[in-house]
C-alpha cells in the first residue's frame, strides 16, 4: 500500500509565493516519474510540471519560469516552488507518483491540497 500526501497549500495575494510538498510512504521500491496536477473550477485536470527519478524536469507553458520542481529520493517527496502567482493559478493541486512495489508497479495519487490566489 502506498500514501501519498500534499501539505504547502493556502491562501496567497496575486504575486506571492508558496512551496507545496508530497511525500510518498508505504511499501516501496522505487519512484519513478512524480509530479504536480491541477484541477481548477469548471476545467479538466492538467499537468502542471512533472519531474524523472533522474532530476529531468518538464513545466506546462502556463507556469514556466514561475513554478520548480524537484525532488528529494531519499525522503520520496516532490516538491513544486511557486513564485509569482496569479489568481488563473487558483485550483486544487494533486500529487502523482509512478510507484514500484515489491508486489508490482502502480500509479498513484494524494488527495489534493488547494492553492487560492487573490487578486
Known amino acids: 500500500q502506498v500514501q501519498l500526501v500534499e501539505s504547502g497549500g493556502g491562501l496567497v495575494q496575486a504575486g506571492g509565493s508558496l512551496r507545496l510538498s508530497c511525500v510518498a510512504s508505504?511499501?516501496?521500491?522505487?519512484?519513478?516519474?512524480m509530479g504536480w496536477y491541477r484541477r481548477a473550477p469548471g476545467k479538466l485536470r492538467e499537468l502542471v510540471a512533472d519531474?524523472?527519478?533522474?532530476?529531468?524536469?518538464n513545466y506546462a507553458l502556463s507556469v514556466k519560469g514561475r513554478f520548480t520542481i524537484s525532488r528529494d529520493n531519499a525522503k520520496n517527496t516532490v516538491y513544486l516552488q511557486m513564485n509569482s502567482l496569479k489568481p488563473e493559478d487558483t485550483a486544487v493541486y494533486y500529487c502523482?507518483?509512478?510507484?514500484?512495489?515489491?508486489?508490482?508497479?502502480?500509479?498513484?495519487w494524494g488527495q489534493g491540497t488547494q492553492v487560492t490566489v487573490s487578486s
Open positions: 502523482n507518483a509512478e510507484v514500484e512495489t515489491y508486489g508490482g508497479s502502480g500509479d498513484y
Open positions: 508505504g511499501t516501496i521500491f522505487t519512484i519513478n516519474d
Open positions: 519531474i524523472t527519478s533522474g532530476g529531468s524536469a
